[in-house]
């Protein structure tokens, strides 16, 4: 998985996807240059994302929906859509 590609798909800076998953920007910086590999549990969560990074819809409310509800309903509003 090429957490670059998802990251952009996503419309998320590292500071946001780092925060999806309780990482500090550095740590993303470091997955997308290979010097670091996401947990097996991140890897899961991240091909979820991908799934519903698919969709116009999530990829266009994501980024608002972080900033403005937060985490929560950020992983909520991935993970339902990643199930369509």
Excluded: D
């Excluded at 920007?25 to 470091?30: E, I, L």
């Excluded at 799934?51 to 116009?56: D, E, S």
């Amino acid at each position: 998985m090429n957490v670059s590609e998802l990251r952009a798909k996503l419309g998320l800076n590292q500071a946001q996807f780092g925060n999806l998953f309780g990482v500090h920007p550095m740590t993303v910086s470091k997955w997308e240059r290979g010097l670091l590999q996401p947990s097996e549990y991140q890897s899961a969560l991240m091909t979820e994302f991908e799934k519903a990074a698919r969709q116009k819809e999530v990829t266009e409310t994501i980024g608002a929906v972080l900033v403005g509800a937060g985490i929560a309903a950020a992983l909520l509003l991935l993970l339902s859509n990643s199930r369509k």
